[in-house]
């Protein structure tokens, strides 16, 4: 279970990869984090209990982003992508299929 997040046999990849992979289940499992405190929060009656779950979920918004930031330090392509897409107003989809023609 705690190997997970390597298809191929680590000791077949090269340090750089395997922290890679590291980063990216440590993004997902933030993700989730973030997905359980909204539900948590959602159906939470004690104010000061809801307040300490908002609280731990801005704590997952912090290391969410900085996990993204590390992949997208070592994906420039994953990372100009993105730049056409995040931070951004308007239609999504048109955003994305903006960025996909610009990377390609
Ligand atoms: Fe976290």
Do not use: C
Request: no cysteine; proline share 5%; glycine share 6%.
């Amino acid at each position: 279970m705690p190997f997970d997040q390597y298809h191929e046999p680590p000791s077949e990849l090269p340090e750089k990869t395997r922290t890679f992979a590291r980063m990216v289940t440590s993004l997902i499992e933030e993700a989730e984090a973030i997905g359980w405190y909204e539900q948590r929060i959602a159906v939470e009656k004690d104010g000061q209990a809801r307040a300490i779950m908002e609280n731990a979920q801005k704590e997952e918004f912090k290391h969410f982003g900085m996990d993204l930031e590390f992949l997208l330090r070592a994906k420039p392509d994953w990372r100009e992508e993105l730049q056409e897409i995040l931070f951004t107003e308007g239609d999504i989809v048109e955003r994305g299929e903006k960025a996909e023609d610009k990377v390609g």
